[in-house]
């Protein structure tokens, strides 16, 4: 074959893999493991060039281990549950299950001519019965842990859909989905215990060296560790059982600022006053209908309702404060109660203006003139500070050292008692769905609530429903709701919410170890495969998924079914950059935006001849049409020019911009690489060459780099080194077992990105068996004893060519070895020299 035919030899070696086993992941005591994964993907019916960058990623990571002698784990699954497939059923007909697996196919047959070094035999969804089953289990298991509880809370309510919404589903005060104002709501939720781990998530990160500091700081914010006093204060005219109010503050020295106290609307006495006054039951219905997250509450307008109710300063009895409900007050962060100080919090200050509040401050800055405040004053760190009404006793410091010193005189008077908390909350997992896992409880009149017997597992979706009707349709399944009790044999209702998919995500890497087993793991393949030794994924992930996962490892290791070591159950992590592409609009007759995909644009026009607006390069979005198909690409060039590309153009963890002409570039190149592969082999046997040594030497040179490139993950610069190594071989003037010894060794050094062209390389040269499982070329450290010098040669300013020269060479000799130069004399053409300067190790220039 002369030609470069990738349509060709990609199904050819594919197959051939394939028939080999070459990516079966064996559990080999005698080997070291590695197991390297991508974050897996949502089955939504195609690739993207997005996925294409991943999986290559990981790929190129697990082919290169795998060549380095370890056993290689790099299984593929799909995070099958979730909205999508409902509203899919809904807008179009049908049923959830059939809308995914139709995906997943479809998305399998796409990604499999990729090439990718895929355990395909460990493939699960996680809407399979088989491994929501064991979801199941260990769900029970964490019940009987005490790690899984039941309680009201307070929940975004989707009035349409009839559903609990997460923070991230509220989109300015309304389902994503359905647009209508989203309110409050208090049910009965199952949450797993993640703050009982706050604290050891949270210090857990400083040990999580190969993980990207970006990543980790956002963890750690997210948790929110902080040190404060929790105290009570008496009140005045509270309703029976409200006697005191217990307040978290983190910010004690203020305590002398007070102004005011503020409870959640959510608050046990809110609740209790709700019951007498009207105009309070208004508000707080009100404050009901603002979501429940952190953002949302800060957007809002901060407004309060006077309750009537006072609390007692606990530094002077005589000094009463007023109790407000506050919107922006959250229930579940501290107590649900703080006081306000004006003078030294933005919030409380405008708070403060508004309802007619003193603002009273308890420190200035040093030197600063006597004036009334027009914002709040919040000290710098350290900054030194002249008190005006300070706690007794207390010095003139700012900072975390004022707040401990201020928690130290609290606790040595008997005013409270220093705390930390952490702004990590429990996490609930319900939600009003069908295409979700079962929660295997079952609420019964005699026993309560109850875990399903492990016996009666899975718990499975019941297929006969419909979506015609708003809301679950669970819970009116006439059949599967209704059941017996597995304590007491008497009729029982089944738990109809099902968990929140970042459930099912959070477990999946351990799943992957023996993904057939009647156990949810087993001990020896967990032992033997876990951690993750490479975690690739996107940034937008760096928050919830892996700290639920994370948190899972640890309540799976608390109830068995993984090893100790699995508790940061990710050792590295990387978070790669996106696939970028121009947008291409024009505008209808109304004035609306209209997208074009990429291919039907040419030269900046439709086939009419419209010209199209091109607005620079953004995420691929389906809605704005600016993607690639992958499949278009292949069926192009092949899927090794795409897996090039992708790698080539800029350092993994950047953005990149596909580009037709970067693409057709790859091609190009790999053409190229092929036809002197050809070349090669038609040489001569008894081919014969003057530069076997130096051939050698640069052989051994891109063998050191582009490991050390790849070892780095910086993929684009081990290219970078095969570009200049493929170069070195074209010029090179060696016999032919050399070029074909040097172009076997590229052919191994480019197949973790591009393993088709290779395998085919590396037959052609002569090489045994598969390159895929050829062992890892190493370099001769003898061979990199870098004796000689490159010269760039440069003729009036403009670089022209350039030699190897020893690095002891003498002047005048480098003068005459340049003067030879072919591409000199080319240039010169015949005009006499009147200068040539050699900077030693560095340059040549010639003046003519």
């Not at 092929?674 to 038609?682: G, H």
């Not at 003498?810 to 240039?827: G, H, N, T, W």
Request: with cysteine; aromatic share 10%.
């Amino acid at each position: 074959m002369s030609r470069y035919e990738p349509a060709v030899i990609e199904a050819k070696w594919q197959e051939a893999w394939d028939a080999a086993g070459v990516f079966t992941a064996k559990r080999d005591p005698a080997k070291q493991k590695y197991y390297v994964l991508e974050m897996f993907p949502y089955p939504s019916g195609r690739i993207h060039m997005g996925h294409v960058r991943n999986y290559t990623m990981g790929d190129v990571v697990a082919r290169y281990k795998a060549s380095c002698g370890f056993s290689v784990l790099h299984p593929m699954g799909w995070d099958a549950f979730g909205m999508p497939a409902e509203n899919a059923a809904m807008e179009r007909g049908g049923h959830p299950k059939d809308w995914t697996y139709s995906n997943i196919a479809d998305m399998r047959a796409q990604m499999k001519p990729l090439g990718l070094s895929i355990d395909w035999s460990r493939e699960f969804a996680t809407c399979d019965p088989e491994y929501y089953g064991q979801q199941q289990a260990m769900f029970i298991d964490m019940m009987e842990a005490g790690l899984v509880y039941r309680k009201n809370a307070v929940v975004n309510w989707d009035p349409v859909d009839m559903t609990v919404l997460a923070n991230e589903q509220v989109i300015d005060g309304k389902g994503w989905r359905s647009g209508a104002v989203v309110e409050r709501r208090e049910l009965t939720q199952w949450f797993f215990k993640i703050s009982d781990y706050a604290g050891e998530l949270r210090a857990a990160l400083d040990g999580l060296k190969d993980w990207p500091e970006k990543v980790r700081l956002m963890q750690a914010n997210w948790i929110g560790q902080s040190q404060g006093l929790q105290f009570r204060f008496d009140t005045v005219a509270a309703p029976a059982g409200f006697e005191t109010l217990e307040v978290y503050t983190t910010r004690p020295d203020t305590l002398m600022g007070a102004s005011f106290a503020g409870i959640s609307p959510d608050h046990p006495l809110a609740k209790a006053l709700e019951a007498t006054n009207p105009d309070l039951a208004a508000f707080v219905a009100e404050c009901r209908r603002i979501g429940t997250s952190e953002e949302a509450l800060e957007k809002a307008e901060k407004r309060g309702f006077d309750t009537g109710v006072r609390v007692k300063h606990p530094f002077d009895p005589a000094w009463e404060l007023p109790v407000y409900i506050a919107n922006f007050i959250l229930m579940d962060y501290g107590t649900g109660a703080i006081f306000g100080c004006p003078a030294h919090d933005q919030r409380d200050f405008e708070f403060a203006r508004k309802y007619g509040l003193a603002i009273d401050a308890v420190f200035t800055a040093e030197g600063a003139p006597d004036a009334p405040l027009t914002e709040a004053y919040v000290p710098m760190k350290s900054e030194r500070v002249s008190y005006v009404r300070g706690l007794p006793g207390s010095s003139a410091t700012t900072g975390e050292a004022g707040v401990a010193e201020a928690i130290a005189l609290c606790e040595a008077q008997g005013i409270g008692k220093g705390v930390t908390n952490y702004r990590l909350r429990d996490w609930g997992i319900s939600r009003q769905r069908y295409w979700g896992c079962p929660i295997p409880v079952i609420h019964c009149p005699t026993c309560g609530v109850v875990p399903e017997a492990k016996q009666n597992l899975p718990v499975q979706l019941p297929d006969d429903v419909t979506f015609d009707i708003p809301g679950n349709p669970l819970d009116r399944h006439p059949t599967w709701r209704n059941c017996t009790c597995p304590k007491c044999g008497a009729a029982a209702r089944r738990e109809t919410d099902t968990m929140d998919t970042f459930v099912d995500s959070s477990w999946y890497y351990a799943r992957f170890t023996a993904p057939r087993a009647t156990t949810p793991t087993v001990a020896e393949d967990a032992d033997y495969w876990m951690n993750v030794d490479q975690y690739i994924g996107g940034i937008e992930h760096a928050i919830l998924h892996l700290l639920y996962s994370r948190f899972f490892a640890r309540a799976m290791a608390a109830t068995g079914h993984l090893p100790q070591k699995a508790i940061e159950p990710f050792n590295a992590l990387f978070t790669q950059g996106m696939v970028t592409h121009e947008i291409y609009k024009t505008t209808d007759a109304k004035g609306r935006p209209v997208y074009h995909l990429p291919e039907d644009v040419t030269d900046g026009k439709l086939a009419d001849g419209t010209a199209v607006e091109i607005i620079p390069s953004a995420k691929m979005s389906k809605s704005k049409k600016n993607v690639v198909d992958p499949m278009n690409i292949i069926a192009a060039f092949g899927a090794d020019t795409a897996r090039w590309f992708v790698m080539s153009d800029s350092p993994p963890e950047r953005d990149v911009e596909w580009t037709a002409s970067g693409a057709e570039a790859a091609y190009k190149h790999l053409s190229r690489v092929w036809s002197l592969c050809v070349r090669i082999a038609e040489l001569p046997a008894d081919h014969s060459g003057s530069t076997d040594a130096d051939l050698a030497k640069a052989t051994a040179k891109a063998v050191h780099e582009v490991t050390q490139s790849i070892d780095s993950f910086a993929f684009n610069k081990a290219i970078a080194k095969l570009y200049e190594f493929t170069n070195t071989l074209a010029k090179a003037n060696a016999s032919k077992p050399a070029q074909q010894a040097a172009m076997r060794t590229l052919a191994q050094l480019m197949s973790p990105m591009v393993p088709h062209i290779a395998e085919s390389i590396w037959t052609c040269q002569g090489g045994a068996g598969l390159c895929a499982q050829a062992p890892w070329p190493k370099a001769d450290p003898a061979l990199l004893i870098d004796d000689t010098v490159t010269l760039p040669i440069q003729i009036n300013g403009k670089r022209r060519a350039e030699i190897s020269v020893p690095k002891d060479m003498p002047a005048s000799e480098v003068e005459k070895r340049a003067l030879a130069e072919e591409d000199v004399i080319k240039f010169l053409a015949g005009q006499p020299v009147k200068k040539i300067i050699v900077v030693p190790g560095r340059i040549i220039n010639v003046v003519v």
